[in-house]
């Protein structure tokens, strides 16, 4: 795993989305579903 | 003295000419009155100088004919303050016009100094080659005028998406997280919030060019965005500062040339939207014609 963008863990699928959900919104940004149980967070 | 009559009645008629024009685009550029006083003010001088332009041959003042059309010239500046105000007012936008649609307005507002100018010129024409009495003078000078603003509005008049596509409302559905019109993919949408939102009031559109030359101008960006900003401006839309998962989203299908278009407007009325969509008007800087091209008519 490479590259400078912060990782956060989470304990499962709820707290996963209610990290993204919290992270877009600080961050005026979108979430993207990788399919493989990745959310990964752009500002576009 | 002789000239007065003829200078108030032409520069009145592009005047009106002008005030006309403005009425009629208060959907392209909201109506507000200091832009009204900029514009008619303007438009007023425009005016004047078309109608200055036939006593100054009259009198043989041929160097005042050449300084008036220089002074039309100052009218190039109209297109950049009005590019300077929009792109200004473009981070204000939820919606962004584009630059391609911001240019195909400041375009718009200096033309139609010119033709206050050209009505104005014909008036001044019409009044001074009249030889009956005043009256009769005035109703040929508006007749000249009305035909003339009509015409020349006609003629400017462009095209819009209904005129150059068929516009008709189409399913959108998720593959996971993947928004997607037929086999189209729009975005992914990572949140099932958003999704549920998308599901519950999101409406989608396809836009089938009607032939060659719409499908390439269709497939222009400032085209496309121009669409997904008019839209929204209609139709309203829902979402808030920072909500990138609800800007609508226009996209094409490389195939067929047809776009989509996905949104959640803030009312759910699909005969709001389509009809929306179809009024969108085609940038004259989007339009393609490769069907007068001979290569164009080969692929046809």
Request: glycine share 8%; charged share 20%; hydrophobic share 50%.
């Amino acid at each position: 795993m490479g590259g400078g963008a912060p990782i956060f863990y989470a304990r499962g699928a709820e707290e996963q989305y209610e990290v993204a959900l919290l992270l877009a919104k600080v961050l005026g940004a979108a979430v993207h579903d990788l399919h493989n149980g990745v959310l990964v967070i752009v500002r576009h | 003295m002789s000239h007065i009559f003829n200078l108030v009645t032409a520069t009145t008629a592009g005047f009106l000419a002008r005030l006309y024009m403005l009425r009629r685009d208060y959907r392209q550029y909201p109506s507000y009155p200091q832009g009204w006083a900029i514009h008619l003010f303007v438009g007023f001088i425009g005016a004047a100088i078309g109608a200055v332009i036939v006593p100054a041959v009259i009198e043989k003042e041929y160097a005042a004919v050449s300084f008036l059309i220089l002074a039309a010239s100052q009218f190039r500046e109209v297109r950049s303050v009005e590019r300077d105000t929009l792109e200004a007012m473009e981070s204000t936008e939820l919606v962004k016009r584009g630059t391609a649609y911001i240019e195909g307005i400041a375009r718009v507002f200096e033309a139609r100094n010119y033709l206050a100018i050209w009505v104005s010129l014909a008036v001044a024409v019409a009044a001074r080659l009249w030889p009956g009495g005043v009256f009769g003078n005035l109703a040929v000078c508006s007749l000249v005028g009305l035909a003339m603003a009509a015409l020349l509005s006609r003629l400017m008049h462009g095209d819009r998406v209904g005129d150059i596509a068929e516009v008709e409302l189409a399913e959108l559905q998720f593959d996971q997280a993947l928004l997607k019109v037929e086999d189209t993919v729009l975005m992914n949408v990572g949140l099932e919030t958003a999704r549920a939102v998308y599901r519950e009031r999101g409406l989608a559109a396809k836009i089938i060019p009607k032939g060659p030359n719409a499908k390439a101008t269709l497939a222009n960006l400032g085209q496309m965005q121009a669409i997904a900003h008019d839209v929204s401006a209609m139709i309203g839309v829902y979402m808030d500062v920072g909500e990138q998962e609800f800007i609508p989203l226009v996209r094409r299908n490389p195939s067929s040339g047809c776009l989509y278009l996905v949104m959640v407007p803030s009312e759910d009325d699909p005969d709001a939207f389509l009809t929306a969509i179809r009024r969108v008007p085609v940038l004259e800087g989007a339009v393609r014609k490769p069907l007068t091209s001979v290569a164009g008519k080969m692929l046809d």
